[in-house]
């Protein structure tokens, strides 16, 4: 039975989750002007992940009775804090906003802080400073599941190429970390070589093709985000290594999105696996805290309603962490990781219309 999160008063919340049980076709927020105003920014349009998060940001800010003001960052902080000063310009009552460099962040923040204006910050989470809640998936936990899957598949042994994000991002942090920490107490007799990338897929590519010409005997590549995986698959076919996972020469691949692509590559046996980051969830639950914020709700560490944990990072600061499952083409256990098989309707980019 699933546990309800504690909220301050228990009938508002099943009043505003009863909001949330639809799932109707993209569209624009109305324009009624009984309905709170949301400023939401989205950090980049140049990804399928971030690309589907901005189809369903409107889809749900319906489904809420929010209006929706939007700007998009385009993976600069000084863009998103010029955004954030147009937001309260425009009289918005919280923001939802997805800061790439999670340390310069800081200054934004308390400006919305001291205008008593409640922040929820999406897939990353500040260095620094106050939110209302994050809404992000555990990170830590893709490093860990790509780490198992490429262990178990390489029998402990062997060499593997991690292509980093942004180690000024605590999501890039979060996954290198891990990973590093799970193959060397795991997995010690494989030798990862780290790249940081800058979540940049022409940068990826050229270091995992560097990696393979010193190291042809690379039998593993986890690519910390989706954003790699057009040049990976190409490096591998100009080497003659994009091959069926039963041949010697097959390099296992594990990405980390969950994004179509990433879903019909898998079935089709060039790359191996996934980590399905929730990007519905994270429009859904943004704008959910954020009407909650408004409402004047107040939240506690513990289980949710909705299949996820919300834990106290540090004092003052809740993260909800979602639900982001290993996807396999065989839906089995890895490392004593389950997985669900990438055909599954339940993943979200297997519901895209």
């Known amino acids: 039975m699933r546990l309800r999160t504690v909220l301050c008063s228990t009938a508002s919340v099943v009043s505003a989750l009863a909001l949330l049980s639809g799932c109707g076709g ?16 989205y950090p980049r349009s140049d990804t399928d992940f971030w690309n589907s998060y901005i189809k369903y940001t409107p889809q749900f800010a319906k489904e809420l009775s929010l209006d929706l003001k939007t700007t998009n960052s385009q993976n600069d902080v000084a863009k998103l804090t010029a955004n954030a000063q147009t ?48 809404v992000r998936a555990d990170n830590r936990a893709y490093g860990e599941k790509a780490c198992q899957y490429l262990g178990t598949k390489l029998g402990g042994k062997g060499k593997v190429v991690m292509l980093q994000g942004d180690l000024a991002s605590i999501n890039g942090r979060d996954r290198t970390e891990a ?10 007799g494989i030798k990862v070589f780290g790249e940081a990338t800058n979540w940049d897929g022409a940068v990826a590519a050229q270091k995992l093709q560097t990696d393979l010409t010193a190291h042809p005997d690379i039998k593993g590549v986890y690519m910390q985000s989706s954003f790699a995986l057009s040049g990976t698959l190409q490096v591998l076919k100009q080497r003659g290594l994009l091959v069926d996972p039963k041949d010697r020469k097959h390099v296992f691949v594990v990405s980390n999105d969950g994004i179509p692509e990433e879903l019909k590559s898998i079935a089709a046996g060039k790359i191996d696996a996934t980590v399905s980051q929730p990007a519905d969830l994270y429009a859904k639950y943004a704008l959910y805290y ?21 834990i106290q990072v540090r004092p003052g600061l ?12 065989d839906g089995g256990t890895y490392g004593g990781v389950p997985s669900v098989k990438s055909d599954d309707t339940s993943l979200w980019g297997n519901n895209l219309g």
């Open 26 to 41: 993209a569209t624009t927020a109305a324009s009624s002007s009984d309905k709170p105003l949301v400023g939401v920014d």
């Open 87 to 134: 937001f309260l310009s425009q009289g918005v009552k919280g923001v939802a906003m997805a800061p790439q460099d999670t340390a310069a962040i800081a200054p934004t923040l308390a400006q919305m802080e001291a205008k008593k204006i409640p922040v929820v910050t999406v897939d990353t989470r500040p260095d620094s400073g106050k939110v209302y809640m994050v």
């Open 179 to 188: 990973f590093n920490e799970c193959m060397k107490k795991n997995y010690p």
């Open 290 to 310: 954020l009407k909650a914020a408004i409402d004047g709700k107040t939240f506690k560490p513990g289980k949710t309603d909705h299949d996820s944990t919300i």
């Open 318 to 329: 809740l993260e909800d962490q979602l639900s982001a499952p290993l996807v396999t083409a």
